[in-house]
């Protein structure tokens, strides 16, 4: 990896396995972890190929494999990684920084009809990096597929900044809303969920 994340440089030690047994202890009480698993379903066709940008534990990867989904899940944290694979088999996956994404080089040459960049992912990638992520993401993705990209307005990367990178990134801005259940955006709003385009070829 070309520069440390966020992710470690930003959290103290034991945050990863913190994280890990969050997720777990949510799975266990029933919470609902497939919000954002919930959106891609509905704008992609069935059995598409999905990739999720900084998968963590794997939670929206295995709402999506559960949908009928094909899916890659790729996260810079090697822990994050592992926990995934044990506690959801089924879907990829792989460890790689955002920042340096070459899916083709791992085996995953096809490209994806979606992306998504779920749980405040793009603060905690290398500060400097978001223009690379997103640019690196939407290679991934076909002509006119689709990044759905959500994180937290408060977190250091105005979205301003996130519309001109991904404009650089050749995306289109389509929708944004305020939550993953669709609510609507407002400019006061703590939290983006923006959906964007790669154009047709």
Do not use: C
């Not at 009928?68 to 790729?74: F, I, L, N, T």
């Not at 500060?127 to 006119?144: I, M, N, Q, S």
């Not at 307005?153 to 289109?172: E, H, K, S």
Request: charged fraction near 25%; proline fraction near 7%.
């Amino acid at each position: 990896m070309s520069k440390p994340t966020r992710w470690v440089t930003d959290t103290k030690p034991g945050h990863s396995q913190w994280y890990i047994d969050r997720f777990r202890r949510l799975a266990a009480e029933g919470a609902d972890l497939a919000g954002e698993a919930r959106l891609l379903d509905a704008m992609v066709p069935p059995g598409s190929r999905i990739l999720d940008a900084g998968s963590g534990t794997g939670r929206v990867d295995a709402a999506l494999a559960v949908r009928g989904h094909s899916v890659v899940g790729v996260d810079a944290d090697p822990a994050l990684v592992e926990a995934a694979r044990a506690d959801h088999p089924g879907p990829r996956w792989l460890v790689g920084d955002l920042a340096e994404l070459d899916l083709a080089a791992q085996g995953e040459a096809e490209p994806f009809d979606a992306a998504v960049i779920a749980g405040n992912v793009l603060a905690f990638v290398a500060p400097g990096t978001e223009p690379a992520v997103l640019t690196r993401v939407a290679a991934h993705v076909r002509p006119d597929g689709i990044v759905v990209v959500g994180f937290g307005t408060d977190r250091g990367y105005p979205l301003t900044d996130f519309d001109a990178d991904a404009v650089a990134a050749g995306l289109r801005l389509e929708h944004r809303f305020a939550t993953w259940d669709l609510r609507p955006w407002r400019e006061d709003a703590d939290f983006a969920v923006t959906v964007l385009r790669r154009p047709p070829a």
